[in-house]
């Protein structure tokens, strides 16, 4: 058996965690999951629809790129750090 909203993903495909409540400490996914607070904009995805690394605002040493527009004029780059 599963239990609804009680933090533990009982269910492969979260539905059992899916449209929950989140704490006021927490982020909710695109998917409806909550995840802990300090856990969106922490450079790894923890959200499976990556929604908490989305609209991040850019430490003091990094900058933004738009990625399809840097790609289209890049040329020859092999690399992409």
Known sequence: YTKKCDRRVD????????????QDDEFRCGDGKCIE???????????????????C???DNEFRVEMEAALMSAGNVTELL
């Open 11 to 22: 269910c492969h495909d979260f539905s059992d965690e899916a449209n929950c409540e989140c």
């Open 57 to 59: 605002a850019c430490k």
């Open 37 to 55: 607070g300090r856990r969106r904009c922490d450079g790894t995805a923890d959200c499976r629809d990556y929604s908490d690394e989305t609209s």
